[in-house]
């Protein structure tokens, strides 16, 4: 019943686009979805070991996952002078370079991004399913965040919707595995592990061990499952709950636009620091200028840099951010991910604590 609900929400969503049950696998949250398709790909040794492209920065779980299970991390670097964006050109220098190593067989696409906050346009998302399409691979695409979505002229795109407004060409050969989460979005229900997976074009065969793959773990919690219904099937206009229900919804999502948007225009204020718009999902990722001394400092202590710099934010001012580096970033640059979750006026003095903080430390360190 679950599974029929999910595809005839995604049906919704996609604009009619049909979605079969049976292309749906239920997960306990989209983090173990994700690790199990991986697990499906990763074989072989030496030069024919699979390997897999993931975003710099990337949410960890992916190179933890690869790590874990003995693939080839491909990273491709998204473009941050252009708001994180992720550049075709890019795409085909990391395939280029993994493939005298390796043998790759899947690309990771996280959008809304975590921990950059971007969104990609469709005209991204249509250069990339041709790229997949051209060199034959398995796209895995992370939407958990498909609802936080602030900026004007922005708009979230299931890669699926496009993968199929595209034509046979793409959408008959195009290997497609889609996640979704009750963690995120407007729920925020984290603990409950609730998820689903969609898979397009999977090979009948391949479908077969998938299923025993997923088979052998048991089933999702049942609160996380039931929750994950609620999500998919949300009162109706003609149901009492309804007002109350997009009311809620309404100004969940509102708050975290002005939170995202007041978050960007103070860190922006700070000499040292430049954040990118935060487009989407519910993080910034700025970058931050650090002097020569506290770059020397943290290579004395064993720190990254941007560890040196979180590790005293944390100890001076209580405030625990991550540093960049625990993401990936490109050498010589560091950043920090902070979330825009915290209540408006508790997210004001975070960030006016950083700004004050970041000051002293520059000039403590210049």
Not at 30 to 45: H, P
Not at 146 to 158: E, I, L, T
Request: net charge negative; charged share 25%; glycine share 6%.
């Amino acid at each position: 019943m679950i599974r029929q609900d999910v595809a005839r929400y995604i049906e919704r969503r996609d604009g009619g686009i049909a979605c079969d049950p049976d292309n749906i696998y239920l997960s306990t949250g989209a983090s173990d979805a994700i690790v199990t398709m991986l697990k499906l790909m990763v074989s072989g040794e030496g030069a024919s070991r699979t390997g897999v492209m993931i975003s710099i920065p990337q949410y960890p779980l992916y190179s933890a996952a690869l790590a874990e299970l003995g693939a080839v991390q491909i990273n491709y670097y998204l473009d941050e002078d252009n708001c994180w964006s992720l550049d075709i050109n890019e795409l085909r220098r990391a395939l280029q370079e993994a493939k005298k190593h390796c043998r790759p067989r899947a690309l990771c696409i996280i959008n809304p991004g975590n921990p950059t906050g971007q969104v990609q346009s469709r005209q991204c998302i249509e250069e990339v399913i041709r790229f997949a399409a051209d060199e034959n691979l398995f796209l895995m695409s992370d939407e958990v965040y498909q609802d936080n979505v602030y900026a004007d002229g922005c708009k979230f795109h299931s890669f699926k919707k496009v993968l199929f407004e595209m034509g046979p060409q793409y959408s008959s050969k195009v290997e497609l595995a889609s996640f979704h989460s009750t963690s995120k979005c407007y729920m925020g229900e984290c603990g409950f592990r609730g998820g689903y997976m969609e898979v397009v074009n999977l090979d009948p065969e391949v479908k077969v061990q998938l299923t025993k793959l997923v088979s052998v773990r048991l089933c999702p919690p049942v609160p996380g499952q039931a929750l994950l219904d609620v999500v998919v099937n949300p009162p109706q206009p003609d149901e009492p709950s309804y007002d109350t229900f997009i009311k809620e919804r309404s100004d969940t999502l509102a708050a975290l636009a002005e939170k995202a948007s007041m978050t960007q225009d103070i860190l922006n204020q700070v000499p040292g620091i430049k954040c990118n718009p935060v487009q989407g999902a519910m993080y910034t990722f700025p970058r931050i200028h650090l002097p020569p001394k506290a770059i020397l400092k943290a290579k004395e202590n064993g720190q990254s840099p941007d560890m040196f710099y979180c590790m005293k934010l944390l100890e001076e001012t209580g405030i625990c951010l991550v540093p960049g580096s625990g993401f990936g970033q490109r050498d010589g640059t560091y950043h920090f991910r902070m979330t825009i979750l915290p209540l408006k006026d508790k997210l004001k003095v975070v960030l006016a604590k950083i700004k004050d903080f970041h000051q002293i430390f520059t000039e403590q360190y210049s």
